[in-house]
């Protein structure tokens, strides 16, 4: 036992020699060791750098876009369409309207409320205060319960307000905050095109998305919308929400059911209506960053048989530099495994500082990025580590033909070296 804590003793101390010798050449060869390192740290920042952004932009658009409201999907005239030939075919079908609203709502037993909801743009006046481009929008009462809209000042839509077709709004806080710089907005009236409303509550803070204002809106009630600007042609959307999210799937099908029988869709064509759920638009989404993060995989891949290629020339040239060295330590014992150890700890080593100094590189531009604009940037833990396992295996894989080499030198003849 005290023999083999000896041999354990003596290969620790080894081990740290080298990591010591190992960093010791950093130091003295710098600009040498930099550019051996430049491989590893141009893969290491770009892999770490391009995870950050899709990462970051995967839980933004999984809170921003896809989140629809807790268990909720939408039903649409498009639905998904991701080019210009689907979006044409989409625009044929017919117009999804108040009748298909009122259907769902009567007839699902999946769905614990049904939604409808119209929008257009419009200016916004009040006196001499103009807000341009304002996303009027008609709701039924419950939308604001399932997309978590919550009121600020004032109060919210009504069913009576509905039912009545009341000429009243709710306003988003940058339209409440232009008309009415220094005074309160509830109960005055504003003018849009040429309808009027009182307004009766003003919305909570909602922020953007991608750097678009979520409030610069008018709510009105749906059937006052409807009664005003709805014209024949124009579409709705339908928000469903289901009574648990086990059932999503479930609601939708019964969706699919009731709007095909209602529509008279023979059995073999396709739904002439969209439906669309959160995990379509992340669905949509990876796919799109599935791309970025090929691209990246691919850029990191060259990068990294770049920086190996280069560390393995290094440590060849070191090996020769060495030749000496080795040479002594044959002579006093060491056996193969000890030179193929420290050579390999050597390129691990150098590899490892790469892969620390990309990381540290990269984790500096996405600070930078996050604090400079809008994009969303995280950096997961498992990339982090990853990367830096990555460079020190790259290290190790291109190190063992240098060790080898060290390894299988001829005392008698490396110790003859100049």
């Not at 044409?88 to 309207?97: E, G, I, N, V, W």
Request: charged share 15%; proline share 3%; with cysteine.
């Amino acid at each position: 036992m005290a023999g083999k804590r000896g041999v354990s003793a003596g290969t620790g101390v080894a081990v740290g020699e080298t990591l010591w010798l190992a960093l010791d050449t950093l130091r003295v060869h710098k600009l040498r060791s930099f550019l051996t390192l430049l491989g590893i740290i141009l893969a290491v920042t770009t892999l770490v750098s391009v995870m950050s952004v899709v990462n970051g932009l995967n839980l933004y658009v999984a809170t921003k876009v896809a989140n629809l409201g807790a268990n909720s999907f939408v039903v649409t005239r498009t639905g998904i369409t991701t080019n210009l030939q689907q979006y044409l075919k989409s625009q044929r079908r017919p117009p999804l309207t108040a009748t298909d609203y009122d259907l769902l709502q009567s007839r699902m037993q999946l769905a614990s409320q049904v939604a409808a909801y119209e929008d257009s743009t419009h200016d916004a006046r009040y006196g001499n205060e103009l807000n341009e481009n304002a996303d009027l929008i008609g709701v039924t009462a419950n939308y604001a319960e399932i997309r978590s809209l919550e009121v600020a000042s004032g109060r919210g839509l009504t069913p009576s307000d509905d039912e009545h077709r009341a000429p009243v709004c709710v306003l988003g806080n940058d339209v409440a905050t232009k008309l009415f710089p220094n005074q309160d907005p509830l109960g005055k009236t504003i003018r849009v095109e040429s309808a009027t409303y009182q307004v009766v509550g003003v919305a909570a803070v909602i922020g953007s998305v991608l750097g678009i204002s979520e409030d610069n809106f008018v709510m009105v009630p749906f059937h006052t919308y409807e009664k005003e600007w709805h014209t024949p042609n124009n579409s709705i959307a339908i928000f469903v929400e289901a009574n648990s999210e086990d059932q999503m799937d479930a609601a939708a099908d019964e969706v699919r059911t009731i709007l095909r029988a209602e529509r008279h869709v023979p059995y073999d064509d396709d739904d002439n209506f969209g439906i669309i759920m959160p995990s379509s638009i992340m669905s949509l989404w990876q796919q799109i960053t599935g791309n970025i993060f090929a691209i990246a995989v691919w850029l990191t891949a060259v990068f990294l048989v770049i920086g190996g290629i280069v560390i393995m020339n290094i440590m060849l040239a070191s090996v020769t530099e060495r030749t000496r060295e080795i040479g002594i330590r044959k002579a006093l014992g060491a056996r193969r495994k000890h030179i193929i150890l420290q050579f390999l700890l050597e390129s691990a080593t150098l590899s490892a500082v790469g892969g620390v100094m990309g990381l540290a590189l990269a984790l500096g531009i996405a600070a930078l990025v996050r604090a400079g604009t809008s994009m969303p940037m995280a950096t997961p833990w498992s990339v982090i580590f990853t990367a830096l396992a990555m460079s020190t295996t790259v290290g190790l894989f291109f190190g063992i033909y240098p060790a080898v080499r060290a390894s299988r030198l001829d005392p008698i003849v490396a110790l003859r070296a100049e």
